[in-house]
């Protein structure tokens, strides 16, 4: 990369992300934001909603707006951008602060567990505890990848003007192709389509990026829905009369604040072997913990909990779809994971256990392309296969 490209590269650090310096609502692809709000300053598990509705409106476009239902919110619309959302009290109009906002065309934009502080400048009250964006989709301006790889990717996004995104590689940056094979930040080069998904850093609006799809398939869609999620961290809180445990994220150069809820069907599964029993009782704070699960528009401040690893060494991973690719005697198999349209690898090992619908115990070779089934297992942070613990065969 020549000095006068870098040098620019460099300054796009500080201008928020290479966006435009052209304001306002942009683009054609239909957006969501979704949010919600607690009332403690600090964000532990017994985080309760406001005790009054605020309403929520786009300040480049008054026309759309929403108030709070038990503390959740949605916005949705053909808007993109430099956004400001503006933070009413419902009851009186009294104003309460702004929260500015990138938001590229089509993408879907979670503010997990806002918190307004009254008491705080009033350009500063609204204060979300992570800002999670998913399906930017975007053509790859500019690529610089380091030793550790780890990079930068600039990324222009459809809009009108068109835009640009700058979005940060980190170790736990999963890189994929549509169908799910591992690739590096080398493997990515200008020109190149990209659907990334992150953490927004506040500061400078930079993509902390955790999944990058090469040549991706086409988007899910419009409006708000559930979103698959991983992630990994330390405990920082627990609740489990609650059903509600907090974790500390890494997202580059801080971390942000996660809350997990554990439902009835959350499935525990645990390093050591010896803990004894192997659920909530056994989470310790400080303790490394994966999770697998969702994240609902209705419940934005949470996620989910499909699978909980106790000491996590790897992200749990559950994917349902159909097999596309059946390579027993090579150890694995690839399934198109229905939440994502994106193929998976999975790794069989002699501990893989497989339930087809006839015969509760059945082997690699009884599966057929086309089957429908869930996988659950885990993958190791840095990418590669999921190594499943159990595949069981579905209806279609």
Not at 3 to 17: D, K, N, Y
Not at 35 to 58: E, H, K, M, W
Not at 63 to 86: Q, R, V
Not at 291 to 299: L, M, Q, S, T
């Amino acid at each position: 990369m020549s000095a006068t490209r870098r040098i620019w590269l460099l300054a796009c650090l500080v201008l928020i992300g290479c966006a435009s310096s052209e304001g306002g609502v942009t683009g054609t692809g239909v957006s969501a934001i979704s949010g919600n709000i607690v009332q403690v300053s600090d964000q532990t598990p017994g985080g309760a909603a406001l005790p009054f509705p605020i309403r929520i409106s786009i300040i480049e476009a008054p026309e759309i707006s929403t108030t709070t239902d038990d503390g959740t919110f949605e916005l949705n619309g053909n808007f993109s951008g430099s956004l400001t959302l503006d933070f009413a009290n419902a009851m009186d109009g009294t104003e309460i602060g702004p929260l500015a906002l990138e938001v590229p065309a089509g993408s879907q934009t979670v503010l997990e567990n806002i918190e307004i502080r009254l008491d705080a400048p009033r350009a500063d009250r609204v204060r979300p505890q992570a800002v999670r964006q998913f399906d930017v989709f975007g053509r790859i301006d500019m690529v610089e990848c380091n030793d550790e790889g780890g990079g930068t990717l600039l990324i222009g996004v459809d809009g009108r003007p068109r835009r640009q995104v700058l979005a940060t590689l980190i170790a736990d940056t999963q890189i994929v192709n549509r169908r799910g094979a591992t690739l590096a930040c080398a493997d990515i080069v200008r020109g190149a389509n990209v659907r990334v998904e992150g953490f927004v850093r506040r500061d400078d609006q930079t993509l902390i990026a955790l999944v990058v799809v090469v040549a991706p398939p086409r988007s899910l869609g419009p409006g708000p829905a559930p979103r698959p999620e991983q992630l990994r961290g330390t405990v920082a809180g627990i609740a489990c009369d609650r059903g509600l445990i907090s974790i500390d994220q890494r997202a580059d150069r801080e971390s942000v604040r996660r809350i997990v809820r554990l439902e009835v069907t959350t499935e525990f599964l645990c390093d050591d072997p010896l803990v004894n029993p192997c659920d909530c009782s056994a989470i310790q704070i400080g303790a490394p913990i994966g999770v697998a699960g969702v994240i609902f528009p209705e419940r934005p401040g949470q996620v989910s909990a499909e699978v909980v690893v106790i000491g996590a060494a790897s992200v749990p991973v559950v994917i349902v779809g159909p097999i596309v690719r059946l390579a027993c005697e090579q150890g694995g198999l690839v399934v198109r994971d229905e939440a994502s349209g994106q193929g998976a690898r999975v790794a069989i090992t002699s501990a893989t256990e497989i339930r087809c619908r006839r015969d509760p115990a059945c082997g690699c070779a009884d599966l057929r392309v086309r089957l429908r089934v869930r996988v659950e297992g885990v993958r190791r942070v840095t990418g590669g296969p999921l190594t499943a613990d159990r595949i069981t065969v579905l209806a279609r």
